[in-house]
Antibody, heavy 120, light 107 residues
Framework: EVQLLESGGGLVQPGGSLRLSCAASGFTFNSFAVGWVRQAPGKGLEWVSTISYSAESTSYADSVKGRFTISRDNSKNTLFLQMNSLRAEDTATYYC?????????????WGQGTLVTVSS | EIVLTQSPATLSLSPGERATLSCRASQSISSYLAWYQQKPGQAPRLLIYDASNRATGIPARFIGSGSGTDFTLTISSLEPEDFAVYYCQQRSSWPITFGQGTRLEIK
């Protein structure tokens, strides 16, 4: 069974940093792209970033470009999201999700999410 | 950026009725559209990919159709567990975008 388990969320002050992790299991992690999608409280889904199977290619939403960095450790089946210069509008539940292809596609499955709250 | 517009924002129906949800793209996305279901407190679940392909384990009452700019998710006969929020998502070009969602509520 494919499983994704996020961790690393919490409360952080504006301007601060946080690193999210997503532990993957049940599939050949180094063969698929993976990504992050967030959801602000009571709001819709917003794609954040995707990284290709080999980490050769990364893509970001304009809202996080230059502040967030996606990376992966294929030896540990783990996806990361380094979030710097955090703003109140970054407050959301962050989901990691698997793509069906090596470079992208739809999202299936999703992790259970980790909540990031940016507040003083 | 491709904008996806979902309608209606809220749909009120009764179990057993047919639900029709719409997703319109701001430019052609071929068939590169997915649909997700999200229940309160849960992560989204993939229902349909590439416009009309049901994901593994998704019941046959969920039917996706459309191509180009106009897409439809039809639930042929609503079950109590189908009342949730539904999102569409395009993968035709970066950035990946989602529609704003349609809330399907019990009438």
């Amino acid at each position: 069974e494919v499983q994704l388990l996020e961790s690393g969320g919490g409360l952080v002050q504006p301007g601060g940093s946080l690193r999210l992790s997503c532990a993957a299991s049940g599939f050949t992690f180094n063969s698929f792209a993976v990504g992050w999608v967030r959801q602000a409280p009571g709001k819709g889904l917003e794609w954040v970033s995707t990284i290709s199977y080999s980490a050769e290619s990364t893509s970001y939403a304009d809202s996080v470009k230059g502040r967030f960095t996606i990376s992966r450790d294929n030896s540990k089946n783990t996806l990361f999201l380094q979030m710097n210069s955090l703003r109140a509008e970054d407050t959301a539940t962050y989901y990691c999700a698997k793509h069906p292809y090596s470079t992208g596609g739809w999202f299936d499955p999703w992790g259970q999410g980790t909540l990031v709250t940016v507040s003083s | 950026e491709i904008v996806l517009t979902q309608s209606p924002a809220t749909l009120s129906l009764s179990p057993g009725e047919r639900a029709t949800l719409s997703c319109r793209a701001s430019q052609s996305i071929s068939s590169y559209l997915a649909w997700y279901q999200q229940k309160p407190g849960q992560a989204p679940r993939l229902l349909i990919y590439d416009a009309s392909n049901r994901a593994t384990g998704i019941p046959a009452r969920f039917i996706g159709s459309g191509s180009g700019t106009d897409f439809t998710l039809t639930i042929s006969s609503l079950e109590p567990e189908d009342f949730a929020v539904y999102y569409c998502q395009q993968r035709s070009s970066w950035p990946i975008t989602f529609g704003q969602g349609t809330r399907l509520e019990i009438k």
